[in-house]
């Protein structure tokens, strides 16, 4: 199978398999936030960025790792996995007991500390997960990595039992302390580990700040809000995690290719990204209602905010993934370490005065000093974004964006599923006819469907 098409197999798989996983989420979000009202939302939330922030550190970039070396040399699968489960182990366990024991220091009320140390358990067994999830995603084989993007307890079970079919080894029973292994792991996953850390510091620690200073009723409204964007996070997920593999391989293999894969995946970062940040905007009071309800109309501006900082994630990604690939992960740890600090100085500075607002005004200053910092990065690694072709694909892009605005502005009395579908085709049908999208494209989704008996 060439390259092209296997990305856009992996990345076709993973996409359906977590939008899965989101439907159900989302649903379930949807009815606790209609169900508790936005304080006792609240609570459940807090309990997530807690047990989220916190799980982070866990990972110490280990799967990262797995991912990019064993894409090169699969021989080293078995020896890299059975280490990594063990520094893993031991981390996972370490962090629950950090979660519950700062849960009681903080002096969180009952109800709080017993939602952050049941969804403290379903994180750390998600995040031990994610090692089988490195190998599959590794040797670029998504289905199963999608097979069991479902309940948390469930996908690590699976997951382990699908590995053994697959690899003929199981995880548990080869778990091994090698010295120069660990050394060797530990030390190319802290600049992915420290990444790690600070991303989690300026997406997660906004909403333990807000509880701190403002209450829960507060973090309710501002993660109404948060929870509809975070749905979006499917897409680009998707899209980097299936071209992870390849680019590692391509950084030694073929440099022109890479940087044509590095360019298509901002492309189409770009024509997916900037549509659902325009369409949200346009539609934040309507879809703030139907999701979760009248008593969430302070959550519209928030949402109209945060879904623009979702369009700098869709295009950071790609550029993070890059530069991860050629081996310069360390100036991504300093884009997060940068972001953190930036996130942390604003929240303190603006939620005082402006509430869940100010938290929304951080994030998007945040997200997009990142994105200015990696496009910088990227450019003078000898991958430039800011060329003459991307920079006609936005015009197009802004062009199609007009033509749906005023479409949504026109039948905004329309139901609001039938309107969003609807705009979106005429989206893309401004977008085919002014060329933002051409035949090569075109060519790709048929091929993603076309069954071949060999390529």
């Known amino acids: 199978m060439s390259n092209t098409r296997t990305v856009f197999k992996n990345t076709f798989v993973l996409f359906i398999a977590q939008i ?4 159900i989420s989302f649903f379930c979000l949807m009815y606790m936030g209609r169900y508790l009202g936005p304080k006792n939302f609240g609570v459940i939330t807090l309990a997530i960025a807690f047990s989220n922030f916190f799980v982070g550190f866990g990972d110490l970039g280990l799967t990262t790792v797995l991912t990019r070396d064993i894409s090169r040399d699969f021989d080293k699968a078995i020896t890299y996995m059975s280490n990594a489960a063990t520094i893993k182990l031991i981390m996972m366990i370490c962090i629950f007991g950090l979660i519950i024991l700062t849960a009681f220091l903080t002096g969180y009320t009952a109800e709080v500390i017993h939602a952050i140390i049941l969804i403290a358990l379903s994180a750390v067994l998600m995040n031990f997960a994610q090692i089988y999830f490195s190998l599959f995603q590794a040797v670029e084989k998504m289905e199963f ?3 069991i993007q479902i309940p948390v307890i469930l996908s690590a079970l699976l997951s382990g039992r699908i590995l053994h079919r697959k690899c003929s080894f199981r995880l548990f029973n080869n778990l091994r302390v090698e010295r120069d292994i660990w050394i060797y792991l530990l030390k190319e996953s802290i600049p992915f580990g420290l990444s790690a850390i600070f991303v989690g510091v300026y997406m997660w620690f906004d909403t333990m700040l807000l509880s701190f200073i403002k209450g829960e ?17 499917v897409i680009p997920l998707s899209i980097v995690g299936a071209i992870f593999p390849l680019m590692a391989r391509l950084h030694s293999e073929n440099s022109d290719y890479l940087k044509s894969s590095f ?24 879809i703030i209602t139907v999701v979760f309800g009248t008593n969430y109309q302070a959550s519209v501006l928030p949402l109209q905010i945060l879904i ?7 295009c950071s990604l790609v550029s993070v993934v890059l530069l991860n690939s050629i081996g310069k992960q360390f100036m991504v740890t300093i884009q997060c370490i940068g972001a953190a600090c930036v996130s942390l100085i604003i929240n303190l500075s603006l ?12 994030n998007f200053a945040t997200y997009l000093l990142s994105f200015l910092f990696l496009i910088i990065i990227c450019e003078k690694s000898g991958f430039n974004l ?7 694909l936005v015009l197009k892009v802004c062009a199609a964006l007009f033509i749906m605005g005023l479409y949504v502005t026109y039948f905004s009395v329309l139901n609001i599923m039938l309107l969003i579908s609807t705009s979106a085709l005429v989206y893309f049908i401004i977008l085919i006819l002014v060329k933002g999208i051409d035949k090569s494209d075109i060519e790709l989704v048929k091929g993603l469907f076309r069954m071949e008996s060999h390529d």
């Open 145 to 147: 990595q999608g097979l």
């Open 351 to 362: 939620i005082p005065l402006y509430d869940y607002i100010g938290t929304c005004i951080a």
């Open 20 to 23: 899965a996983a989101m439907v």
């Open 217 to 233: 009723q507060s973090v309710g409204y501002y993660n109404a809000a948060n929870k509809i964007v975070m749905v979006f996070n």
């Open 263 to 286: 360019n298509r995946a901002f492309k189409y970062m770009v024509i997916a990204g900037l549509p659902i940040a325009t369409g949200i905007t346009l539609l934040a009071d309507r």
């Open 386 to 392: 800011l060329n003459k072709s991307n920079l006609l």
């Open 308 to 314: 623009w900082p979702e369009f700098f994630i869709f």
